[in-house]
T-cell receptor, first 114, second 111 residues
Framework: DTEVTQTPKHLVMGMTNKKSLKCEQHMGHRAMYWYKQKAKKPPELMFVYSYEKLSINESVPSRFSPECPNSSLLNLHLHALQPEDSALYLC?????????????FGPGTRLTVT | SQQGEEDPQALSIQEGENATMNCSYKTSINNLQWYRQNSGRGLVHLILIRSNEREKHSGRLRVTLDTSKKSSSLLITASRAADTASYFCATDPFSNTPLVFGKGTRLSVIA
């Protein structure tokens, strides 16, 4: 199984809501990533989890809170978002946290903040 | 920060023609990867080329790497409408920072 799944596919939330994005992989990968992608732009790295520990936070605002409950799951908790946070949020995984390995991406969650 | 810069930004060709996309980068790298993204979907890994390799093939894809010029090219031969997508190069700087994606080339293949 070489699939990364993400739920939900679409999410509309108000600026006062709290919601979570979920990501799952069963490839035994030990690195997992969250990216944010705006239209016609490349993915921008947000967080990297390495062996279930947060290893990189690319200066992401605290209204985004990642969590890695176990080696297969990655969550992104959202609270008090702004309209400019509307984007495609992509989860990815790789065998180990080394950029010499390909990353497997999920289909993304399309987030709209109203 | 941007490491890779794809050229052209957009490319439109007829089905059956070849498509060439270029990627230039700024610092030394361990390897360079190419990814494809269909509209609004996740990225799919196409090919990885290491810094000591000059050319790599995978099906209709041919990737070259010129480390002296800090550039790479992706050639798609005999293009199909299904090849319509955005193509990103991603580089792995020696400092072992995470992959950094270029701005991408939007390819349209017209049937």
């Amino acid at each position: 199984d070489t699939e990364v799944t993400q739920t939900p596919k679409h999410l509309v939330m108000g600026m006062t809501n709290k919601k979570s994005l979920k990501c799952e992989q069963h490839m035994g990968h030990r690195a997992m990533y969250w990216y944010k992608q705006k239209a016609k732009k490349p993915p921008e790295l947000m967080f990297v989890y390495s062996y279930e520990k947060l290893s990189i936070n690319e200066s992401v605002p605290s209204r985004f809170s990642p969590e890695c409950p176990n080696s297969s799951l990655l969550n992104l908790h959202l609270h008090a978002l702004q309209p400019e946070d509307s984007a495609l949020y992509l989860c990815a995984s790789s065998q180990v946290p080394h950029s010499g390995y390909e990353q497997y991406f999920g289909p993304g969650t399309r987030l709209t903040v109203t | 920060s941007q490491q890779g810069e794809e050229d052209p930004q957009a490319l439109s060709i007829q089905e059956g023609e070849n498509a060439t996309m270029n990627c230039s980068y700024k610092t030394s790298i361990n390897n360079l990867q190419w990814y494809r993204q269909n509209s609004g979907r996740g990225l799919v890994h196409l090919i990885l080329i290491r810094s000591n390799e000059r050319e790599k093939h995978s099906g209709r894809l041919r990737v070259t790497l010129d480390t002296s010029k800090k550039s790479s090219s992706l050639l798609i031969t005999a293009s199909r409408a299904a090849d319509t997508a955005s193509y990103f190069c991603a580089t792995d700087p020696f400092s072992n920072t995470p992959l950094v994606f270029g701005k991408g080339t939007r390819l349209s293949v017209i049937a």
